[in-house]
Nanobody
Framework: QVQLVESGGGLVQPGGSLRLSCAAS????????LGWYRQVPGKQRELVAG???????NYADSVKGRFTISRDNTKNTVTLQMNDLKPEDTAVYYC????????WGQGTQVTVSS
């Protein structure tokens, strides 16, 4: 069983930055694929960024060049650095850990508004 605790969401003005962090329990973290997803009401949850156990990253086209995902296997954390935030980035962001089965965090609200 893996438990995930997210932090770092909040309200920010357009053009601002936020850093989301996700701390995981359990011993499969280092061999898992990690990801950040987001969801707005009435829409499907979408992948924002992912990172494999070997460190390969992938990003949604809408966030390329603005967001950076990273992992620290010594601390069992995955981080999403979000720069140049736009109003359309407003959503609930979820941390995901996947290895054969997947686990989700509780979500953290990110609101980009002036």
């Amino acid at each position: 069983q893996v438990q995930l605790v997210e932090s770092g969401g909040g309200l920010v003005q357009p053009g601002g930055s936020l850093r989301l962090s996700c701390a995981a329990s359990g011993d499969i973290f280092s061999i898992s694929t990690l990801g950040w997803y987001r969801q707005v009401p009435g829409k499907q949850r979408e992948l924002v960024a992912g990172i494999t156990s070997s460190g390969t990253t992938n990003y949604a086209d809408s966030v390329k060049g603005r967001f950076t995902i990273s992992r620290d296997n010594t601390k069992n954390t995955v981080t999403l650095q979000m720069n140049d935030l736009k109003p359309e980035d407003t959503a609930v962001y979820y941390c995901n850990v996947r290895h054969q089965i997947q686990f989700w965090g509780q979500g953290t609200q990110v609101t980009v508004s002036s």
